[in-house]
């Protein structure tokens, strides 16, 4: 499968996540989407991300949301959980959660794996 139809199906599942999100009351913003070599960088070296080079984020398979839970922002794993879910189940073989990663918590991040 090329990169182009991965992030065709990336945003197409990224459209039922926000549908799913605003009729569930969530309100949200985009954080980062695509991210040039050079922050990634800047994200390794300060531990804000444990992918040295590139990563889904580089590639457009990523989604980072500022989400809103009972109006109050928050980047919390149990506040997201339910959302989390939801994404992951839309496609459970490629759809990943940051809120699920087992090194490194990373809540509002949303992907898709790369075939």
Partial sequence: MKLSDQ???FA???VLLEQWMINHGYKFTYGETWRPEEMQEI???TGRSRIKEGGP???RLAKD???WVKGRLTYEKQDLQEIGD???SLNPELNRWGGN????IDAPHFERQKK
């Fill in 7 to 9: 992030q065709f199906e």
């Fill in 12 to 14: 197409k599942d990224s």
């Fill in 43 to 45: 994200y390794y070296k």
């Fill in 57 to 59: 984020h580089g590639i």
């Fill in 65 to 67: 949301y500022n989400i």
């Fill in 86 to 88: 939801f994404w992951e």
């Fill in 101 to 104: 990663f087992i090194s490194f």
